[in-house]
């Protein structure tokens, strides 16, 4: 068997790892490189021509989760290639190029994109698709897109786990060593081919979603009118405002009908075996529902927002009646898209931001602590190797705190044969 990375052994951000068998060859994510500062993405493989050379006789492609940096140079893909995708990432990306496809001048490409979705198949958790002579099985991970796999890849009697994105401290992320300890019971993992976002980012405190929750209530007890900038489909940050709001003053939680749209597919996936992640009184805002508007006014609010002229619109069609020291907006993305000298600032984030009186920044990573990262390694001893990916410096993974033995096992090159 052989692994490729093709791309993401030294970068956060842009993924694609090939299993290959003599027969059979499949592709884990296929991840645009992350956009600059002025939103541009400086990708090579960004090209009809390019992906067809790549994914030439490919049999399949599996997605960890629809973040960009796995998913978006999906639409290059020839349709004769299978790529499959979670049931539920599916339907939130389908409901992203619905709303995308209503911007007048790219209405077609962004329909194309949403027709392609359409196309994928659906992957169920626990649930084994076969591509020839590969077995591959979807695991549940949390992360800060729902729903995310991990892979299970098993040929030629050796067995692969490719973590994709993930994180212990979310809200789902308990499960995490259950499901590790049962795949590790069923048979020893020959490699394990890891994220290793957060050994850069080190400097950042890494709280839990629950830790948050409880700020983000002081913060509600603090402030009456509540704007949020969080991921729009970051399911369990969502769940902490929602849960926090509710806990506060029972405010009404405002957002416009594309959030609502989303919060909608997870209450019907998710919210099914949790409360937390039902969603169930959303109001979508409109700028002539005075009903609405008294109510804000009247209680506060929790209003979720996104960084485009529409929501600053919105703004300000509220502020007159909107008291300054009453008002904040709540931060809660990585802090370096709005870190006006850092390379990663975003225009459109700093400014938006910028309008408001008051700003909290509240955020945890959607990625695995250095701790955590260890205790994987740890729990899957794999037998061969442990191919870093996702992180900024390979190297970096000796930093870890694991065994020498486990330490002598790190690959750092992009092509191993296994
Ligand atoms: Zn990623
Ligand atoms: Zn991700």
Redesign the pocket.
């Known amino acids: 068997m052989k692994i490729t990375i093709h791309r993401g052994i030294n970068q956060i951000g842009g993924c694609i790892t090939e299993v290959a068998t003599e027969n059979t060859r499949i592709f884990i994510d296929l991840g645009q490189n992350l956009p600059d500062n002025e939103g541009v993405s400086n990708d090579e493989l960004a090209s009809e021509e390019s992906i067809k050379n790549l994914t030439k006789d490919l049999d399949a492609i599996f997605y960890?989760?629809y973040?960009g940096?796995?998913l978006d140079l999906f639409h290059f893909v020839p349709n004769i290639i299978p790529q499959y995708i979670g049931q539920v990432a599916k339907q939130v990306v389908i409901e992203k190029y619905k709303r995308l496809s209503f911007i007048q001048n790219d209405k077609e490409r962004f329909e194309s994109y949403r027709d392609q979705v359409e196309n994928m198949i659906s992957l169920r958790e626990g649930k084994s698709v076969q591509v020839k002579d590969i077995k591959v099985t979807p695991y549940f991970v949390s992360?800060?897109?729902y729903e995310?796999f991990m892979f299970l890849i098993e040929a030629e009697n050796k067995r692969i786990l490719h973590t994709?994105?993930f994180r212990d401290h979310g809200y789902l992320g308990n499960g995490l060593r259950k499901i590790l300890n049962k795949i590790v019971i069923e048979g020893a993992v020959d490699m394990l081919i890891i994220e290793g976002t957060m050994l850069s980012r080190q400097g950042e405190r890494v709280k839990t979603e629950n830790e948050l929750q409880k700020d983000v209530i002081s913060i509600m007890n603090q402030y009456k009118n509540v704007f949020v900038l969080c991921s729009s489909t970051d399911m369990e940050r969502l769940a902490t405002f929602y849960a926090a709001n509710k806990k506060v003053h029972n405010r009404p939680f405002v957002c416009d009908n594309y959030q609502k749209n989303i919060l909608k597919i997870f209450s019907k996936s998710a919210g099914t075996k949790t409360p937390l992640f039902r969603f169930d009184s959303v109001y979508d805002f409109r700028e002539n529902n005075k009903k609405l508007h008294d109510w804000m006014q009247d209680k506060g609010f929790c209003m979720l927002v996104r960084p485009t002229e529409k929501f600053s619109k919105y703004y300000n069609s509220l502020r007159e009646q909107l008291k300054d020291e009453d008002t904040v907006l709540i931060y809660s993305m990585w802090g370096m898209y709005i870190q006006a000298k850092s390379k990663y600032a975003k225009e459109n984030y700093l400014r938006f931001v910028n309008q408001f009186p008051n700003i909290e920044k509240l955020h945890t990573s959607?990625?695995a602590s250095v701790e955590c990262l260890s205790d994987v390694c740890k729990i899957v001893n794999p037998t061969k190797g442990i191919v870093p990916i996702h992180g900024e410096d390979k190297n970096d993974y000796y930093s870890l705190d694991i065994p020498e033995a486990l330490k002598e096992r790190i690959v750092t090159s992009s092509i191993i044969n296994l």
Do not use: E, I, R
């Open positions: 960890t989760h973040h940096d796995h992360h800060s897109a995310s994709g994105d959607g990625h």
